[in-house]
């Protein structure tokens, strides 16, 4: 059974904003962080984004910083990646992740959305 699973994905045009989730079926264990990743076709895996258990500490990889916004609502186990201003190289197929702390590893993903964005 997979843990995480992310939605929201789809296709937009360069310029729109898109939000995408992760929600978090397991037993949650306090103090997570959790971590945005894509992968686009032919390219590395890269890093988005993370945002710390409290929510007080994200992090963004340099092609998105000021473009998106990550942020969490722990009641509902659910972390929020919001895209905006995008971009034809944007398009990838986002997994999230959790650590047990930023830097520490990604032990656990989910199987990913795909997003899309024409020019």
């Known amino acids: 059974q997979v843990r995480l699973k992310e939605s929201g994905g789809g296709l937009v045009q360069a310029g729109d904003s898109l939000n995408i989730s992760c929600t978090d079926s397991g037993r949650v264990v306090k103090g997570y962080t959790t971590g945005w990743f894509r992968r686009a076709p032919g390219k590395e895996r890269e890093f988005v984004a993370a945002i710390n258990w409290n929510g007080d500490s994200t992090y963004y990889g340099d092609s998105v910083k000021g473009r998106f916004i990550c942020s969490r609502e722990n009641d509902k186990k659910t972390v929020h990646l919001r895209m905006n201003s995008l971009k034809p190289e944007d398009t990838a197929v986002y997994y999230c992740?959790?650590?047990?702390?930023?830097?520490?590893?990604?032990?656990?993903w989910g199987q990913g959305t795909q997003v899309t964005v024409s020019s």
């Open positions: 992740a959790l650590a047990k702390e930023y830097g520490s590893g990604w032990p656990t």
